[in-house]
């Protein structure tokens, strides 16, 4: 499903802007099934050139809802739906921005029917959304009006999948016309090596053979494809122009990939890799808990001063801020009490049915802080040794990674005829890798979602 949508603002930034009306057309494929549009009340005042382009006046968003009032039932309807849009970061980042506010993470797949033009249609003068329907006989109703335009961008929509005489899904469709996208450099057949459903690490390579670039994926050969499509900045634009090999290395389990990942941009240092090159991270910033005046358990960010001892540390806030939004999520925790929702009352979650109440003090402080505390053992779970048992690179194998005392030893693979026998020889099975912070919160990571693991005392220091 698609949820086509286009808005309306009080001008250019996310920042510093606000939505004034969203369309959103939900189209499966083949038509659109659902239609919704709405003003919305900015609770700023429209600069005057905005209503000389939009025709919305302040006077018109005065009795409008304003985005709180309608922000679940845009949720609802672009619920497993891609994100559609002509320009699709303008108008995606406004409604995450516009969620941000309200204290909830919203994250889409996107689509942007710009670049795909660009493909489908390719040497036209312009590629805006006005010029491209004068060009392509597409009549828009209310240009710059949100219902207007992502009317026009339905058809357009449409006529990508049409120009290229695809019967199958569009999803899977618009993989293929991504493929023109290849790098200059790049030879057809290297691409083609790449099959799909491949889990693994891949290294972008150029002319000389030089590693430009490491990623990892479920699905390397979908995951290549975005890269080629998304050129949206200088750095992806540079990097696609010298990409003239890509070569990979099949780990079958995901987990394997992101440790393999982490270790070979570690190793190698590509230049078009920005995360992840140093091999300890110096926390700056904290999360820590205190109790208000309720009762209830508060979780805070903080910058850590020497001898703080956070219950989680990271390099920047937004990374313990998405961090809080996922035990929120798994806790039920409350936004109020986690300081990610500050506008009073209920909570964004709570007209979700997701938060029980204890920002209006409807959960009592011994029910929620219960589950606060189970949180905050979850935060650290590399204590013993033991190994984590994962899929192979096929199915007569499994993959193993070695825990000693909260410390990475490595990962290797066992023929999984063999079964599991003695810790000694999984040990012999371990390539070694080793442990730091990145590998930390990728393990922790892993085993909050309870994947298999073999306990064991270890008797052989020798091998630690």
């Not at 239609?35 to 429209?46: E, F």
């Not at 995606?92 to 994250?107: H, I, M, P, Q, W």
């Not at 001898?307 to 961090?323: G, H, K, T, V």
């Not at 035990?327 to 938060?355: P, V, W």
Request: glycine share 6%; charged share 25%; hydrophobic share 35%.
């Amino acid at each position: 499903m698609y949820a086509i949508i286009d808005i309306e603002t009080t001008g250019g930034s996310p920042k510093n802007g606000r939505i004034t009306e969203i369309a959103i057309l939900l189209h499966d494929g083949k038509e659109v099934v659902k239609r919704y549009s709405t003003l919305i009340n900015p609770q700023c005042t429209i600069p005057y050139y905005i209503t000389q382009l939009t025709g919305i006046s302040n006077e018109m968003v005065a009795n409008a809802p304003t985005f709180y009032e309608v922000a679940k039932e845009i949720l609802e309807i672009t619920k497993d739906a891609v994100f559609v849009a002509h320009n699709v970061n303008f108008d995606y980042s406004f409604v995450r921005e516009a969620f941000k506010d309200l204290g909830y993470n919203y994250t889409r797949k996107t689509l942007c029917t710009v670049r795909l033009s660009r493909t489908a249609f390719a040497g036209l003068p312009s590629y805006s959304l006005g010029k491209l329907c004068d060009q392509l006989n597409i009549r828009i109703k209310d240009r710059h009006r949100a219902m207007g335009d992502a009317e026009a961008t339905a058809i357009l929509f449409g006529m990508i999948v049409e120009k290229q005489k695809l019967t199958e899904a569009p999803i899977k469709a618009l993989e293929e016309i991504k493929k023109g996208m290849l790098p200059p450099l790049l030879p057809e057949a290297t691409f083609q090596k790449l099959k799909p459903n491949t889990t693994g690490v891949y290294y972008f390579h150029n002319e000389k053979g030089d590693v430009l670039y490491v990623g990892k994926s479920k699905d390397i050969r979908k995951r290549v494809l975005q890269h080629f499509s998304a050129l949206d900045t200088r750095k992806s634009i540079q990097l696609h122009q010298q990409i003239a090999d890509i070569s990979f290395e099949n780990t079958g389990s995901e987990l394997l990939a992101l440790l393999l990942e982490s270790e070979e941009i570690k190793r190698i240092k590509p230049i078009y890799n920005s995360a992840q090159k140093r091999t300890k991270a110096l926390p700056s910033f904290g999360v820590f808990q205190k109790f208000d005046e309720q009762g209830y358990i508060q979780l805070y960010i903080k910058q850590c001063q020497h001898d703080d001892e956070p219950l989680r540390s990271a390099e920047n806030i937004q990374a313990l801020r998405n961090f809080l939004y996922q035990i929120i999520e798994k806790h039920l925790l409350c936004q109020s009490k986690c300081g990610l929702y500050n506008l009073g009352g209920a909570c964004f979650d709570h007209q979700l049915h997701k938060c029980k109440g204890a920002c209006v003090s409807v959960e009592s402080s011994q029910d929620y802080n219960l589950r606060v505390e189970k949180a905050i053992q979850d935060f650290s779970l590399l204590k013993d040794s033991f190994f984590i048992a994962d899929i192979g690179r096929q199915d007569s194998e499994q993959s193993l990674v070695w825990i000693e005392r909260g410390r990475y030893k490595g990962f290797g693979y066992l023929d999984s005829m063999v079964g599991l026998t003695t810790p000694e020889t999984l040990k012999m099975a371990i390539k070694r890798y080793s442990h730091n912070d990145d590998i930390e919160k990728i393990l922790v990571a892993h085993l909050r979602k309870n994947h298999t693991r073999i306990p064991y005392i270890d008797v052989d220091l020798k091998m630690a």
